[in-house]
């Protein structure tokens, strides 16, 4: 049975966040017999995350954003802003050609919803996975809009939005869970042409994305949701995971690689 790496729950900073997962792939790389991680995190202060393609121009308020105490990061995988508040993150870092990850990304997405999707069975959340992808004359700025392939849904709505990246025979897939949800704030970080556009799409936006304290009535907790999404990964993947923490050559790195992700020339580089 293979063993993976498991890093539980920390919160960080955005530009800290995004700088341990680069960092645990870049030392993979490196190394000789790459060990996939499972790490979980959340975010302090709460964090607007862009997508690696998004326009920071075009798309974010930075005057709201400061007067609401938000940060603001790039990703360094696709996809749209997230609002990381309420809610448990997870990522994914493992050689491209580890069976349990391995294939196209919608291949890849699969096997890992597989996984979380076990784990929120277990908890009896009625979750299911999309099978169709994004049409984007329909989308905003905001990535819980819509489902892509195999994002985990609850009577259509968006509940848990995922991005990835390879890089250097590596995959690095991070995700959002969201415990609670306050898409009004999260509309008002966001560009609109106009306060009427920006209500209209807000109400669509909140019938196409759901937290779980909206859709489960049984109160659930970050270490029980944690927990259970270990054992769905051990069940699905047959895997078992070993609780480890970042290496001291992982730690350097990320220390490294952070001025990066605070730095207005990664974030606001579109």
């Not at 890093?7 to 700088?19: F, I, K």
């Not at 341990?20 to 964090?47: H, K, N, S």
């Not at 999309?130 to 905003?140: I, P, R, W």
Request: proline share 4%; aromatic share 8%.
């Amino acid at each position: 049975m293979d063993l993976w790496r498991y890093l539980p729950y920390a919160a960080a900073s955005g530009a800290e966040n995004m700088a341990i997962d680069e960092a645990l792939l870049l030392t993979m790389v490196q190394a000789t017999d790459p060990q996939p991680v499972l790490r979980f995190y959340g975010w302090d202060p709460a964090a607007l995350s862009l997508g690696y393609a998004q326009s920071y121009e075009r798309e974010v308020d930075e005057r709201a954003c400061q007067e609401e105490g938000i940060d603001i990061v790039r990703r360094p995988t696709g996809g749209r802003a997230v609002l990381h508040q309420y809610e448990l993150t997870y990522s994914v870092i493992a050689p491209e050609k580890d069976p349990n990850v391995s294939g196209t990304v919608t291949e890849s997405y699969l096997k890992i919803s597989k996984a979380l999707l076990s784990g929120f069975q277990a908890l009896r959340i009625p979750a299911e996975m999309s099978v169709g992808g994004v049409a984007k004359e329909t989308t905003t700025a905001a990535c819980f809009d819509a489902p892509s392939w195999y994002e985990l849904v609850v009577n259509g709505r968006k509940l848990v939005g995922s991005a990835q990246m390879r890089k250097e025979g590596m995959l690095l897939q991070h995700g959002s869970i969201l415990l609670h949800f306050d898409a009004d704030l999260l509309f008002r970080l966001l560009k609109f042409p106009n306060a009427e556009l920006r209500e209209r799409l807000l109400q669509r936006f909140k019938r196409k994305a759901c937290a779980l304290d909206e859709i489960w009535p049984q109160p659930i907790g970050r270490e029980e949701l944690e927990r259970e999404i270990c054992r769905g990964f051990c069940r699905v993947m047959e895997i078992d995971l070993i609780q480890s923490q970042l290496t001291d050559t992982e730690r350097y790195l990320m220390q490294e690689i952070r001025s990066k992700y605070r730095s207005d020339t990664w974030n606001k580089k579109r």
